[in-house]
């Protein structure tokens, strides 16, 4: 239970933190892809368009960072 508390804070983490706040000033930004829907914890990495990783493509997507 407390490896999975852990990883719940590890996710929001780099969902809020995962990316610099450049939003549509960004030139790979996508606001089609922003969402609020929940991601899954798997965390295989991610290479967003933008040159950094994500945990997971669904974590880039709610920031509307798409694939590289």
């Not at 996508?30 to 493509?57: E, I, Q, R």
Request: overall charge neutral; aromatic content about 8%; charged content about 15%.
């Amino acid at each position: 239970m407390k490896n999975i508390a852990l990883m719940t804070i590890f996710i929001l983490a780099l969902t809020l933190f995962g990316c610099n706040k450049e939003g549509a000033d960004h030139p790979c930004y996508d606001s089609s892809l922003v969402h609020n829907n929940p991601c899954t914890t798997d965390c295989p990495g991610f290479k967003g368009c933008d040159g950094k990783t994500y945990c997971n493509a669904c974590v880039a997507a709610s920031q509307g960072i798409g694939p590289k």
